[in-house]
């Protein structure tokens, strides 16, 4: 077990380090140039020449990402070329905001999922299970880019009971959140019906209900425990999801996270700030996925680690 | 597969039905609606849908008009198309891209694989809409560009499917005796394992098909995608947007049609997938 985890931490970090490959070239693809981007248009010629070396842009390609990889470790990602500020602390600033709406989201996603999964699972075949396969279908068609508007309209604009904009009380966070996860709970929510009716097959639920327990305790105690393994795999996978449709949701309902910043940092063309934190959002995905590979050999306890 | 076992799926027939009719508007509605979905009537902005109440005739605004005075109906169906092809043609490129990859990797297996796995991984650690607003950062927005970057960074989905179906394949009696007769690796690959893995591919690329065209709609939205005055549905509800508390309808349409189309799309998935696999119903 313990193997397998040193395993897992060193291919995360060649996939951290390979992330960063690819956007430090990918950046550096971009027409511009950063040291007159830097000095600001009035610059002359030989002060654009001393940034340029300041920045160590007449350097080998090689020789930047190695500094910038040398910074990166130390804790410097940088600066914004707007905000001339240090990226990390900016990123910093804004990364809880985004943190929060996530996890309302994932909220949102996991217990409406698990709830709408269980009672369609459990009522195969009746109103209950076709009508929340249906909500379920829809939802999977939904993107908080429609669905964002779909819902300030309803509640912010027509009832008038929520929040459309901003973040503030907990009011604030239940459109976006649900904007955001419910894709993701209508996913899980197949998932977790379709986990269910085949458990219930199984022998050991008919033994569990011809020793009498009630059906709910049956369901509860037994079945779960073998949907949430799926579950989790899921959830793992789909975190990159989560983060990129905060960008769009953040957009929609004026959130101050990462994503409008990203947006923003990407429009003005601030290139080390979009390369920061491009590196923090995959970094975090890493990690996410990492303790969720950890955690699924815990819970699952057919699974053998080489 | 016959006609019988098609229409048992009622996810099938229901998507099939949809999707006509979506289609049907949107590819022939700008045939008989003739508005010019650029022009912009200065007297004439922000009128709600003029169906039931307008005036009839050649000046109804059937969905009403935007901010800039375009009419509504028009752009939904332009959109529509542009939307669509945009999406096709993106499907396309990464279906190619990553049905060669997971070929190779998935019957020679070796460094090739292992090298595809690696940068899977680190393809799904990036966001997909984030690696899609920093590369159109960085070469422009433009709808060629929209097209190449959505096939370029979505191709390892197809890949991974179709190496996991090819190593399946690759262990089957009739593959050991086609190597057996000497057939080269590359017939083998083409001739036999390809045509066998279609069913995963088609049910993929059905699925992505509605991924894409929210992708599109994202970056439209977010104002890097399909750049005025071309409509698109996500840059509509972005224009929209600031008339919400107006006219609502600005916003909602497009989103509406983007709600229906990957509904549609998705449905026709499910029932594609219905009577083509029935064991992959969970996801």
Redesign the interface.
Known sequence: MINYIIRRLI?AV???L??SV??FF??H???GDPARMVAGEYATEEQVDIIREQLGLNESLIIQYSIFLKNAIRGDLGTSLHFKQDNLDFILYYLPNTLKLTLAAFLVAVIGGLILGIIAGSNKNTFWDLGGMSIA??G????????G??L??LFA?KLNILPPFGMGSWKHYILPSISLGFPQMA?IA??VR??LVEVLNMDYIKTAKAKGLTNRVVILKHALRNVLISVVT?IGMRV??F???A??TE??FGWPGMGIM??RA??G?DYPL?QAT?LI??TL??LI?LLADISYGFINPRIQYR | MNMRRILKSKNLVAGVILLSILLGIILLGPLVYKVDSSQQFAGKRNLPPQWFTGEKGDNMFILGTDGLGRDVAIRLMIGGRLSLAISVFAVSIALTIGIVMGLFAGYYGGWIDIVLMRFTDIQLAIPVLILAITIVAILGPNITNLIIILGFTRWVTWARIVRANVMQIKELEFIKAARAIGAPPLIIIFRHILPNIVTPIIIISSQMIGFFILMEASLSFLGLGVQPPDPSWGAMIAEGRNYILVTPWNALAPGIALMITVLALNILGDGLRDVLDPRLKNI
């Open positions: 291919q060649f996939v951290v390979g992330v690819i956007i990918l950046l693809l971009a027409p279908v829809l999977q068609s939904t993107s908080p880019v429609w669905m508007i779909v300030i309209f604009v996913m197949r998932l379709g986990e899921f990159g999801v983060l990129g449709g960008v769009v957009t929609i990203l947006v990407v429009l063309r979009v491009i959002v995959s995905i890493v996925n």
